[in-house]
């Protein structure tokens, strides 16, 4: 295990006219699982290839387990990468190519053997080892992936979006087999991720980014109760969380935070505000209320977010007495847009 750091690291495209990693300061705890999670073209690759030594950094360093790495090639920093491509060799079995990197370093065939054997074990491929890739299904060629970055030992694990190519179901399955490898071995991992409920279910901590700057740092629940920034508050959440203007601030609560009289009687710490609601969305296990809340910011369009255990009717088309809770609103600067101290309304 080893702790990453990056100091002032910045990343500079198109003759120094785009910064794709701008001055950030990162640093992971030993053995944790650090998510790097933002939208496309915020930087997150980018900054996992300058941690990995597949792109040289314009500014700033990179220090593996304390030690400055500048100039390093990858295969000298004790890391392992796996990417969105899991670039198997079509013509070798699961076995040779989880084998590859340990016969390149000229490692006996005993030792390799049994690492190969130690690496698919305990990842659960052992009857697939003779098969190749065409014959594995996505997952399955996931786990290939990882078990050849395992056989080498790394100090730190980085993982380029290893779920995307595979199907809703199977990401499922995959995000709780990543997880529970990375807790068995115990190897620092840095995963990069645009999906917030990867980054909410597998971050032992959350790095979120935009252009090429950190917002925020923080466990799963930190960045999505008390985040940093308005971009923060709405990239985090599905629906993300609501925003109107009041009294030169900015308010923000979570749609499931606004809900129906009935089910939340106001208090000292609540506030009712009219919503008309325009819209249901039914999704199973929850209704999306899309419409128009009063009283908070004057008339500012809002989402509520219903379980199918609130089985309260509220027809679209009318206005309903909702509820908030004082504890509930968040409170930003308007102009910086930053995290601004708690009020009352």
């Not at 295990?1 to 705890?29: P, W, Y």
Request: with cysteine; proline share 6%; glycine share 8%.
């Amino acid at each position: 295990m080893a702790v990453v750091e990056v100091k002032g690291l910045t990343k500079r495209f198109d003759g120094g006219e785009v910064n794709a990693v701008d001055r950030l300061d990162l640093a992971t705890e030993e053995g944790e699982y650090l998510v790097l999670l933002g939208p496309s073209g915020c930087g997150k690759t980018t900054l996992l290839r300058l941690i990995a030594g597949l792109e040289q950094p314009t500014a700033g360093e990179v220090l593996i387990g304390g030690e400055q790495v500048a100039g390093l090639p990858p295969r000298a920093r004790k890391i392992a990468m796996v990417f969105q491509s899991y670039a198997l060799y079509p013509h070798k079995t699961a076995r040779r190519n989880i084998e590859f990197p340990l016969k390149a370093q000229g490692v006996k065939a005993a030792e390799r053997a049994a690492k190969v054997t130690w690496a698919a074990e305990l990842l659960g491929i052992a009857h697939l080892l003779d098969r190749r890739p065409r014959q594995l299904s996505g997952g399955e060629r996931q786990r290939v992936a990882l078990a050849r970055a395992l056989v080498r030992e790394p100090s730190v694990f980085l993982l380029d979006e290893p779920l995307s190519n595979l199907d809703a179901k199977l990401r499922a399955a995959a995000r709780d087999d990543l997880k529970q490898f990375q807790q068995r071995v115990g190897t620092t991992t840095i995963y990069v991720t645009h999906d917030q409920v990867e980054a909410m279910g597998m971050g032992d901590r959350i790095a979120v980014m935009s252009k090429g700057a950190l917002r925020q740092v923080g466990t799963p629940q930190d960045v999505y109760d008390d985040p940093a920034d308005t971009f923060v508050a709405t990239f985090l959440g599905s629906p993300p969380m609501n925003i109107m203007e009041r009294d030169h601030v900015l308010v923000g609560f979570r749609p499931e935070s606004l809900l129906p009289k009935g089910v939340v009687e106001p208090d000292d710490g609540a506030i009712t505000v009219p919503f008309t609601v325009e819209r249901i969305e039914y999704l199973g296990a929850e209704r999306h209320l899309i419409g128009t809340v009063q009283g908070i910011g004057g008339a500012a369009k809002a989402r509520a977010l219903l379980p199918s255990t609130v089985s309260v009717e509220v027809p679209a088309g009318e206005t309903h007495d909702f509820v908030v809770r004082e504890a509930d609103l968040r409170f930003f600067d308007k102009q910086s847009t930053l995290k601004a101290d708690r009020r009352r309304l």
